[in-house]
């Protein structure tokens, strides 16, 4: 039986490859920052430890051996750089769940595993892919060809905390008129976590040594389609109102800061929806439909109950409602 060992594990991507690798038969130890036995997925062995804390770690990893490492910190890459050294002679594979954001802000599409990658003249940690390139560095060089670097793109699902889809899921339920940034036809690109998840335990088992583009299913999926089906699934028909994604830049809008899984066509960033994942197809990949993630999610938001999943997403502040009904009246 193979053993695995989860950094991180109890959220959202880490806990959903937990799952996956204990019902393959695996045998799975996860280990983070949260205390609370309960909140580790069921059939796991849970370590509880402060990854920033390299005596910590080294004691609490002591004499302990795994078949494999998958690694989610999104954090500070000096903890990258701790499990790495402290797991160099313990394990036979480090996969670390990186993101397709380390590839060049201006990158021509369709994104490859060869484009070229994000530079920094500050190496500022502050900057989430460059925390992502500099764990990968790292990796790479303490398991040369023993690596295997995942570059996920938009990952949604049950548990997903970030709240991207739930945010649009729950604005479908409370208004009667939604504003949603244009063009309609606008591509987008995701992979469920669960099978992101499955894909990791399929590489490992295999095993794969390499870096791979995980970005989700060829067809495309766009953002009209995707709003059909939340007003299906939360079975209500609000009107919506398409601004230009020029007017909403003009207005100050925030890209996918202020409305989630909104990338314009143009500029910056522009090509993250158009990444290629043909290497993933080719191991073996299986994606769901996008009907069957967005009837999962909201399933998952009422089984959690509105006050319980509220305390649950993160507390970031999307477009509110008073910014949205001043921007419905100014274009609509």
């Known amino acids: 039986m ?56 080294a004691h609490a990893l002591k004499g302990m051996r795994w078949d494999a490492v998958v690694d989610t910190w999104q954090g500070h890459p000096e903890a990258v750089v701790t499990a790495s050294r402290i797991l160099r002679d313990s394990v036979a594979i480090y996969c670390l769940v990186s993101s397709v954001t380390v590839y060049s802000e201006n990158a021509r599409p369709p994104i490859t595993e060869s484009t ?98 995980v970005a989700g299913p060829s067809e495309d999926l766009t953002m009209s389609q995707l709003l ?31 409305i989630p899984l909104w990338i314009p066509p143009n500029g910056s960033h522009a090509s993250a929806y158009d990444v290629s994942a043909v290497k993933a197809d080719q191991i073996g990949i299986r994606y769901r439909t996008t009907r069957q993630t967005v009837e999962d999610v909201w399933q998952w938001m009422n089984q959690l109950g509105r006050e319980r999943l509220l305390r649950y997403l993160d507390t970031r502040v999307w477009l509110d409602r008073a910014r949205e009904t001043q921007l419905l009246a100014t274009f609509k």
């Not at 130890?29 to 036995?37: A, Q």
């Not at 208004?175 to 992101?196: C, E, K, N, S």
């Not at 003009?250 to 202020?258: A, N, T």
Request: one cysteine or more.
């Open 2 to 57: 193979d053993s695995l060992l989860v950094l991180g594990g109890s959220r959202f991507v880490g806990r959903h490859i937990a799952e996956a690798a204990v019902n393959a038969g695996w045998t799975v130890t996860v280990l983070n920052n949260d205390s609370g036995p309960k909140k580790a997925p069921a059939g796991t062995q849970h370590i509880f430890v402060n990854r920033l804390d390299p005596d910590a770690m």
């Open 116 to 213: 070229e990658c994000r530079t920094s003249e500050t190496d500022d940690p502050n900057v989430y892919s460059i925390r992502k390139r500099s764990a990968e560095s790292m990796v790479l060089e303490a398991f040369p060809k023993r690596s295997l670097i995942l570059r996920p793109g938009l990952i949604v699902g049950p548990w997903e905390y970030a709240g991207r889809l739930p945010w649009w899921l729950l604005r479908m339920q409370d208004r009667r008129t939604i504003l949603a940034p244009g063009p309609t036809d606008r591509r987008l690109q995701w992979v469920d976590a669960r099978d992101f998840a499955s894909f990791v335990v399929l590489c490992l088992s295999i095993p794969i040594c390499d870096i791979v583009n």
């Open 228 to 258: 059909r089906e939340c007003t299906r699934v939360v079975g209500s028909e609000p009107e919506i109102c398409w601004i230009d994604s020029s007017q909403l830049l003009q207005s100050g809008v925030l890209p996918w800061i202020e």
